[in-house]
T-cell receptor
Framework: NAGVMQNPRHLVRRRGQEARLRCSPM?????VYWYRQLPEEGLKFMVY????????ESGMPKERFSAEFPKEGPSILRIQQVVRGDSAAYFC?????????????FGDGTRLSIL | GQQVMQIPQYQHVQEGEDFTTYCNSS?????IQWYKQRPGGHPVFLIQ?????EVKKQKRLTFQFGEAKKNSSLHITATQTTDVGTYFC?????????????FGAGTRLAVHP
């Protein structure tokens, strides 16, 4: 039973480039959450998506960041024109249904480094 | 808005010593979850507490949910080097029309052999 799959594990980009982070939820999970974690800090909520819908993007910067979860394929977190401050670990989590009583299953994360 | 606060932020212990991290919410929680993140790893769900005053044990780990359901603790007896990592608590908060899981900032545990 595959867990939450994120790729790439590590991504290096130069300032101004685009970064695309992918997340395939666990089988049977239709709810996806993205978090950002700076070194030695906590998890900061970014966005919550269901298939083809963005439910809550209150934690995502208004500019340069976007997320999608299409009907087919993985969820994508896209960062345009990256800056040094975007360097962080980005974690995706999934759950079978949305409920705050449901545990979230996390992927291994994508470590994004901006040169 | 609702906050979930954890203390301490860091804890250094000698192997064999006990360790406790505390989680406090500004509002009553319907449940509290605990996660562990090893250095360089990802958060892993440990347990969920639902009932007022509930106590659950996992080997050397004891989880407690306060009577008022506004605080929780995780206690590790006789720490081992494998306990190293960051422990997060998480609780629901009603925000944006739904219940969102809010994570505390975590307690980073270092265990010296």
């Amino acid at each position: 039973n595959a867990g939450v799959m994120q790729n790439p594990r590590h991504l290096v980009r130069r300032r101004g480039q685009e970064a695309r982070l992918r997340c395939s939820p666990m089988k049977g999970h239709s709810h996806v959450y993205w978090y950002r974690q700076l070194p030695e800090e906590g998890l900061k909520f970014m966005v919550y998506l269901q298939k083809e819908n963005i439910i809550d993007e209150s934690g995502m910067p208004k500019e340069r960041f976007s997320a999608e979860f299409p009907k087919e394929g993985p969820s994508i977190l896209r960062i345009q024109q990256v800056v040094r401050g975007d360097s962080a670990a980005y974690f995706c989590a999934s759950s079978p249904q949305h409920s705050s009583n449901q545990p979230q299953h996390f992927g291994d994360g994508t470590r994004l480094s901006i040169l | 808005g609702q906050q979930v606060m954890q203390i301490p932020q860091y804890q250094h212990v000698q192997e064999g010593e006990d360790f406790t991290t505390y989680c406090n919410s500004s509002t009553t929680l319907s449940n509290i979850q605990w996660y562990k993140q090893r250095p360089g790893g990802h958060p892993v769900f440990l347990i969920q507490l639902v009932k007022s005053g509930e106590v659950k044990k996992q080997k050397r780990l004891t989880f407690q949910f306060g009577e008022a359901k506004k605080n929780s603790s995780l206690h590790i007896t006789a720490t081992q080097t494998t306990d190293v990592g960051t422990y997060f608590c998480a609780g629901p908060a009603f925000s944006g029309g739904y219940n969102k899981l809010i994570f505390g900032a975590g307690t980073r545990l270092a265990v010296h052999p």
